[in-house]
């Protein structure tokens, strides 16, 4: 009975670089697709997450690479190894995340005669956001890798409107096979609204990275500093781009106070007044926000792609301009001096959080699509 319950069984592949990311950003679509009658497995690059996934009942498949390399070997390769792993679990339908995946694994799932091949684009990301001729090279690379591989997907998820409308523009994938979802969403359970305690703590959740506006935010700490000692500003997030040592100035003068990386961002923003990402990186979507938000914090961010579709603007949070640590320094004073505004503003971002970035509606819709689809092959 067993046997004929698994030949029966609907299978589906996740397709992700890291196993790290299957844990930490699709572990609930997981679960919804299992509680759906489908057998899931997962192909990475890495085995570091190989029990925690091994006990969401998921079989994992490792293809040794790495997402940020450009080894010209191992990209001719890429493609045909993951067409040999794909081939071997037989799936009805791959699910491609990120952009090695969306290049290369879309056409191998083609290649192994999958039947249906979905993709999620979370943010352009460097390819889009960088410049100089390195860049453009690449860009045009992939540009044109993504018009072959999202030429085999029977649908696209993107998590912004502005990312679709110019993959569309630029010709790399058709309107019709598009859809907008608001990121992967938050479970928002498990970040619970939780009433603001304190009137003066400020938040930011990054990696330490230029350009998410780390140091934006220490030199308006620095700014705030100056007429309202009392102010408080946390940052929260591991070394990337920036180290340490280059916010070190700010940690021995007292501006912040840097809490290095956690598994579990929930009670920072519950000690926060107001979570600040005053990114000018181009985001797929501002992630950090709809957490706060779920708990009921209102957010300080900039009006770029993938932050501005988190924020409406005095509704519930602020918009600061990108790299403008006075006008940043501005908004932190407006909630230090409108402590009514913070808490006003946080429980309409919950309502925000409800309205755009439930998860578990977030996933019940990508199960609905994948039905549609799968039912037209």
Not at 39 to 61: Q, W
């Amino acid at each position: 009975m067993t046997k004929q319950v698994q030949r029966t069984m609907k299978k589906i592949v996740i397709v992700c670089p890291t196993s790290r990311n299957i844990i930490n950003f699709r572990k609930n679509l997981i679960i919804r697709l299992q509680k759906a009658g489908y057998s899931v497995a997962a192909i990475v690059f890495d085995n570091k997450c190989a029990d925690e996934i091994g006990k969401l009942g998921v079989e994992l498949f490792v293809i040794k690479d790495d997402n940020r390399s450009v080894n010209p070997v191992k990209l001719l390769t890429l493609k045909r190894r993951y067409t040999k792993v794909i081939k071997s679990i037989g799936p009805d339908i791959v699910f491609t995340f990120m952009l090695k995946p969306n290049l290369y694994a879309t056409r191998a799932a083609k290649k192994a005669s999958v039947p249906c091949v979905l993709s999620m684009v979370e943010g352009a990301g460097d390819v889009f956001g960088n410049k100089g001729i390195v860049w453009r090279l690449i860009r045009t690379y992939c540009c044109h890798a993504y018009k072959k591989g999202f030429a085999q997907a029977d649908k696209v998820f993107f998590t912004n409107n502005d990312d679709r409308k110019e993959f569309i523009g630029r010709g790399l994938v058709k309107a019709d096979k598009s859809e907008v979802v608001h990121g992967i969403g938050v479970d928002l359970e498990y970040f619970s609204y939780k009433p603001i305690k304190n009137a003066n703590v400020f938040l930011m959740v990054s990696r330490l990275m230029k350009a998410k506006g780390v140091l934006d935010f220490c030199n308006a700490a620095r700014i705030v500093k100056q007429t309202h000692p009392e102010a408080v500003f946390n940052l929260v997030g591991g070394e990337s781009t920036l180290r340490v040592k280059d916010i070190q100035e700010y940690i021995d003068e007292g501006t912040i106070n840097y809490l290095g990386r956690t598994n579990d961002v929930r009670p920072y923003y519950e000690e926060c007044t107001v979570q600040v990402l005053p990114t000018y990186y181009r985001e797929g979507l501002g992630l950090v926000n709809a957490e706060a938000g779920a708990m009921g914090r209102p957010t300080i961010t900039c009006d770029v792609i993938g932050a501005r579709d988190t924020v409406k603007d005095g509704y519930n949070g602020l918009f600061a301009f990108p790299q403008n640590p006075s006008d940043l320094a501005e908004k932190m004073i407006f909630f230090l001096d409108n402590p009514q505004k913070a808490i006003e503003m946080g429980v309409n971002n919950r309502k925000f959080a409800e309205a755009y970035f439930d998860q578990n509606k977030i996933n019940q819709y990508i199960l609905e699509v994948i039905e549609t689809v799968r039912g037209n092959n």
